[in-house]
């Protein structure tokens, strides 16, 4: 692939609207500009957990597991921006829907079942996933309501739907193989 950006900077975007690759102008709050920040939001902290678990995989060689799945999230969530950029263009397909799938069921095996509403944190690692399926959760409520104003094609919402419940495992397969214990909610005391 050659050089797209020659320029970083090209001031079309200085009165609040930006270009879409159909060549569409929209206001900078559009739900589908909304909808691209959000997926580059979660790819961003998806980035920071992935250097965290490369960080850790030398003490803990159970996480490179989890980066084998995950990696290969942060290009299709930028396959997905691309969708939501380009409203024609189709990128994602359904095996990619499944391998989270397979993933999901893979790891549920080892976890066993969930007993209780678990809690964010434990170590930099599981909180950072629990960040990561917040994000996935909120890119997929943006991109549900750019669906609702301009219909979505392809398997988005299912791929950013499924990375949540991924990212929900993964937080806790985490914990497990930092051999760390959920932090399990505890309601408050009834008056």
Known sequence: MGFRLSKIY???????ETGLG???RVPKDHPRVEAIGEVDTL??????????LGEQSGACPGLEEVITVLAPCQHRLFDLGGELAMPVYQALNEAEVQ???AAID???EELGPLENFILPG?????????VCRSLARSAERRCQHLNAVEPLQGVGL????RLSDLLFVAAR????????AEILWQAAAKP
């Open 122 to 130: 434990g170590s930099a690692l599981i909180a950072q996933a629990h």
């Open 99 to 101: 391998r989270l799938e």
């Open 10 to 16: 090209t001031r079309t975007g200085d009165k609040g």
């Open 158 to 161: 299912a791929y950013i739907n």
């Open 22 to 24: 159909d060549g569409r």
């Open 106 to 108: 893979l790891w549920n």
């Open 173 to 180: 397969l985490i914990a497990k193989r930092q051999d760390i």
């Open 43 to 52: 790819n961003s902290q998806l980035g920071l957990l992935l250097a965290g």
